[in-house]
């Protein structure tokens, strides 16, 4: 079974400043996907990265790029030069390995952008 | 169609009745997912297609759930026998073949 772990139930940033999400998982797949998710207040659900498993690089975005560090199994979301509209809820999920896409998320971060 | 599309948006049903959600995937995607998300909570799997093929509907909840996806196209996720326990946000999303799954904007349901 996969699991996602997000510890930081809410996050503040000041406008303009870098800010980690964390995520950890756990799975014993040795193939699999992770990706965050953007939920505004809106509600609609917005892809913002992904990373492959065995990706060799760290996924980047423009200003978001994913932190893999997979001994840790860990896939931290890194927002650089944050700005108000980045306040939302995070999701960081995965996918599991073989022909089986569905995706299991964390319960989520609810960040903050102050001016 | 340029997204996926959900309908209804909103539904209100009283205990005991049947619904019946809809979605549109975005054209030509291959895998098509429910999720169900309660407030303040990360979306839950339900179940999910390839083609008309249910995949996988170890997710959903109980024999009052069910989903089809007849001509390998729209879907419908219905609830018979309501309860306020199914009260959530349903979502839908599809992809091409994994990889970036794009969600609609979700059926809030209430069941009163």
């Known amino acids: 079974a996969q699991k996602i772990t997000q510890t930081q139930p809410g996050m503040f940033v000041q406008e303009k400043e870098a800010v980690t999400l964390d995520c950890t998982y756990d799975?014993?797949?040795?193939?699999?996907?992770l990706f965050w998710y953007k939920q505004p207040s809106s509600g609609e659900m917005i892809f913002l990265i992904y990373q492959g498993s065995y990706d060799e690089q760290n996924a980047t975005e423009g200003r978001y790029s994913l932190n893999f560090q997979k001994a840790r199994k860990s896939a931290n979301l890194v927002i650089s030069a944050s700005q108000l509209g980045d306040s939302a809820m995070y999701f960081c999920a995965m996918e599991g390995g073989g022909s089986n896409y569905k995706l299991t998320f964390g319960k989520g971060t609810l960040l903050t952008v102050n001016p | 169609g340029a997204g996926v599309s959900q309908s209804p948006r909103y539904k209100v049903t009283k205990r005991g009745q049947d619904v019946a959600l809809r979605c549109d995937p975005i054209?030509?995607?291959?895998?098509l997912y429910w999720y169900r998300q309660a407030l303040g909570q990360g979306p839950e799997f339900l179940t999910y297609f390839n083609y008309e093929a249910q995949q996988d509907k170890s997710g959903l909840p109980n024999d009052r759930f069910s989903a089809e996806r007849p001509e390998g196209s729209i879907s419908t996720l219905t609830i018979q026998r309501t309860e306020q326990r199914d009260s959530a946000m349903y979502r839908c999303a599809s992809s091409l073949l994994g990889r970036e799954a794009f969600f609609g904007q979700g059926t809030r349901l209430t069941v009163v």
């Open positions: 799975t014993s797949d040795q193939s699999y996907g």
């Open positions: 054209s030509g995607h291959v895998s």
